[in-house]
């Protein structure tokens, strides 16, 4: 699994941090958005679909079965939009049709998870009841939405439901729960970040790091230094460029990185980062280095 990238308005809600949205400094899993995106992304370009949000509810409870993930793919991606969002009567519906589709294609709660944690926070109590049942699910999938979707609520009090899943064996669960630790509130949830710097899954340790300097706090700088450093993401990466998406799964790793180090202002990271504005092979990281040179002065 890769990432999610979230990028949402920044009064959305609380995973908002100076100087980008809290989101973008992780290493999401992508089993949360799944392969079958890429094709359905690709078939939904050729079609022009306005319909509401509650139109998609509308089918992905009566639809069917190959319309409703869709639909449930398609009401995730509407709820970006705080207009959808203000609907009042659209936390109830989505907590509905997530509890029915309990024996459905599992990817309709995937994506119903993931438009149930876009709900402005807080989440509906029946919402985080329904998503922390998810958690006992056997499908990583499922567990790692729901895992997400708690970790955008905002919620302090969800904090001890996670730590327990820091022990699964499965590296996409940790990674997500790291995520999500590090985007909600308080310092209960310290001491499995520190200990996550030392997974033996690194991705998990590079979210861990960046959890940590978003909470203002020094522990993960020597992992930062590795995400900073190219030879090393580029040895630990084993993941092909993507010319055809516009994608660099290495650059993006530095560039969270970099993102990270501009919010815990370390002077220890300065020199790292004026070497790779000057010097690295990509424009991108270039230009998140200099907007990090800016923040930490």
């Known amino acids: 699994m890769d990432k999610l990238v979230e990028r949402e308005p920044a009064a959305r809600n609380s995973l908002v941090a100076a100087p980008a949205l809290a989101v973008q400094f992780f290493l999401i899993p992508l089993a949360v958005v799944g392969i079958t995106v890429t094709v359905y992304v690709g078939f939904r370009s050729l079609l022009a679909d306005d319909r509401s949000a509650q139109q998609y509810l509308a089918e992905v409870r009566n639809g069917g079965s190959d319309r409703r993930w869709p639909a ?56 985080v009841a329904e998503l922390t049942r998810t958690l006992e699910s056997t499908d990583g999938e499922a567990r790692i939405s729901a895992i997400w979707a ?44 520190r200990t996550a710097l030392q997974d033996s899954a690194a991705d998990v340790r590079w979210n861990a790091a960046v959890a940590l300097a978003r909470k203002g706090r020094h522990e993960g700088v020597p992992v930062l230094r590795q995400m900073l450093d190219r030879q090393y993401v580029e040895q630990t990466v084993k993941r092909d460029v993507r010319q055809d998406e516009d994608r660099d799964p290495i650059a993006d790793v530095m560039i969270s990185g970099l993102r990270a180090a501009a919010t815990l202002k370390d002077d220890a990271l300065k020199p ?15 230009q998140a280095a200099i907007e990090a040179l800016k923040v930490i002065g």
């Open 72 to 127: 449930a793919y398609e009401l995730s991606r509407l709820m970006a939009d705080p207009k959808v969002r203000a609907d009042r009567a659209l936390a109830p519906a989505l907590v509905k049709a997530y509890v029915a589709a309990k024996d459905d294609d599992p990817r309709v709660r995937q994506y119903l998870a993931l438009a149930i944690g876009r709900l402005d926070p807080p989440l509906p109590p029946e919402a």
């Open 150 to 193: 708690l970790g955008s609520s905002g919620d302090a009090s969800i904090v001890p439901t996670l730590l327990p899943l820091y022990e699964a064996p499965d590296p996409g669960v940790r990674k997500m729960v790291v995520y999500a630790l590090g985007a909600l509130p308080g310092e209960a949830q310290i001491a499995t970040l």
């Open 272 to 286: 790292l980062v004026t070497t790779l504005s000057q010097q690295d092979r990509s424009l991108k990281v270039r």
